[in-house]
């Protein structure tokens, strides 16, 4: 029987960790678009979609509100709008590879060409945002979750899920050129 509780502990903390990763993501991609929207709006503009500088600041607000509100105050209603939007950010990603476009603007002018690979982990961050949403215990905010662990467990959970989110972020972000300049 103990072991069985482990092993639900155990699942439980990979899949808060997994969830806090992507959600750590996200306020960094929210961040980005609010102190360099011209990506974003450039993309949203070529792509049809209400754009502009305002429209990209006020999705990288968007972004940076509900990442932190899951780190903050954890829960299944945020855990699923995390996916929610990753599935958004994937359809963004797709169209902007049919169309050819220079950058995804999910990073702000620091974003990658829109790669496939791009959107496999948009896909995967939703797939781990609706399974923590729909997981038998509420996700938990990250304090608690880390508090429910011994001091070793949470130093290693803890430094697990920034290297997880540094990589997604270096990953989604690589192959950037640097900081553009909007286009005439």
């Known amino acids: ?18 969830l806090w990763a992507v959600s750590l993501v996200m306020v960094a991609s929210g961040a980005m678009k ?13 792509l049809s979609l ?13 972004e940076l509100g509900v990442g932190l509100a899951v780190l903050v105050v954890g829960g299944r209603g945020l855990a699923a709008l995390v996916g ?11 169209a902007a590879r049919s169309k050819g476009l220079p950058t995804c603007g999910c990073f702000g ?23 923590a949403a729909a997981g038998p215990d509420a996700p938990e905010p990250v304090a608690d979750g880390l508090g429910d ?3 070793a467990g949470a130093v290693v959970v803890g430094v697990a899920v920034l290297v997880g989110a540094i990589g997604l972020i270096a990953f989604d972000s690589s192959g950037s050129s640097g900081p553009r300049r909007p286009s005439a």
Do not use: C, E, Q, W
């Open 1 to 18: 029987m103990g072991g069985s509780k482990f092993a639900v502990t155990v699942t439980d903390t990979l899949l808060s960790a997994s």
């Open 34 to 46: 609010l102190t360099d929207p011209s990506a974003t709006a450039d993309t949203l503009d070529r």
């Open 50 to 62: 209400p754009g502009g500088v305002v429209t990209a600041r006020l999705l990288g607000l968007a």
């Open 84 to 94: 929610v939007l990753y599935l958004a950010f994937a359809g963004i990603v797709i």
């Open 109 to 131: 002018s620091r974003s990658a060409p829109p790669r496939i690979g791009h959107v496999i982990v948009n896909a995967l961050s939703a797939i781990v945002a609706f399974i």
């Open 149 to 151: 662990l011994s001091g």
